[in-house]
């Protein structure tokens, strides 16, 4: 059966998925903008809640235990919302530059975003971002060949990920039905929830948030290393609930072709 008897619509997510290898950028702006208020967070903790809006992202920081103790050593009280509020606002202009310096496609992207497109898929996309911080990452996508037709940013439904109205919010407006002919690609353990959530097929891709790594320093393991990070990311992702789970996003069509053959 081809992929378009199985599935009407792809949608995919954003950094870690198919810009920013790694998911670099959201954890570098994290990073920052709780220094600017005198904690120091490292990158396994900004990793942690990856994929959320990035105003649950920065709830589920503050009410990490480590993270919201030194914040009373630091305040000498409990955060608030309107630390809440003051971070995101520090936050922000950081993920809009970070982002920026990021929007470069992670190789084999606009291929598979291509092979999509002419398998005759509609392909649309989802993000932690707001709106704002997405509009340079857009703009540099498109210029390399990306250009999903529908964009779901984090405030745009009443709740995020893992909730699945992201996904039903693109789908509703695409008019796609039913959930299941939806395919869901996320690198992001709360990306899948949500894809599982939605009721679609879902995706996990190792070599963004669940690795962890940049590219730089992915290629720099010894190859056995590099094996056993991968496998250990993709069996995180297909733990969480992934349907498949592959090393990049170069490998979706084929690997998609191969579950349903």
Known sequence: MSLAERFDLVIFDWAGTMVDFGCEAPVKALIEAFAAEGLGIDAGTARRDMGMAKIDHVRG??????????????????????????????????????????????????EAFEALRRLGLRVASSTGYTREMMRPVLARAAEQGYAPEHLVCSGETPAGRPSPLMIYKACAELGVWPLSRVV???????????????????????????????????????????AARLAAARAALLEAGADLAIDSVAQLVPALERAGA
Do not use: C, Y
Request: charged fraction near 20%; aromatic fraction near 2%.
């Open 61 to 110: 920081l503050l009410a990490d235990p480590a993270t919201a103790a030194a914040w009373r050593a630091r305040h000498g009280r409990p955060a608030d919302a309107a630390d809440v509020t003051r971070l995101m606002t520090r936050l922000g202009p950081l993920m809009h530059d970070h982002a920026a310096d990021a929007a470069t496609l992670i190789p084999g992207a606009r």
């Open 184 to 226: 869901k690609v996320d690198d992001a353990v709360v990306g899948i929830a949500e894809g599982r959530n939605a009721g679609a097929f879902t995706v996990g891709v190792a070599s963004g948030n669940a690795l962890g790594l940049s590219a730089q320093e992915l290629d720099a393991l010894a190859p056995a290393e590099r």
